[in-house]
């Protein structure tokens, strides 16, 4: 009897290996994206802009498994580092590269885009 039971929860917790993942972690991954916004806006509030770049490529590190392509975020890079003695440019840079991250999180669906009306929500 203990060896069938253990047989079973054995091929419970196998895994198929054309499922992708067992558990879906869009929630935890959502709060982790909302918290880094909430850090991203405080560090921004505050001037602090190495801050608010830490936190962008945190959100960047969320979003990159669905990103199509990340040319747009290593050009913005680039052009941080190359500026990153112009607070002025800098503050500019990271708020084309907020915009970018933020736009890409709607795509992919994790955003505040409003869902449609035939949604059914």
Known sequence: MIK????????ET??????ESRYNEAL???QRIGSLWEQC???RSMGMLGSWNAHLDA???ELI?????NKKIEDINKKYVENRNNRNICYQVLMKKEEILRVMQSIQ???SKKKES????
């Open 4 to 11: 069938k039971t253990e047989e079973k929860i054995d091929e």
């Open 65 to 69: 498994a669905d990103a199509d392509d």
């Open 109 to 111: 669906g994790k955003g």
């Open 59 to 61: 959100v960047w590190l």
């Open 28 to 30: 935890s991954q959502l």
């Open 118 to 121: 035939t949604d059914g929500l």
């Open 14 to 19: 196998k895994i198929d290996e054309e499922t």
């Open 41 to 43: 806006h405080v560090s």
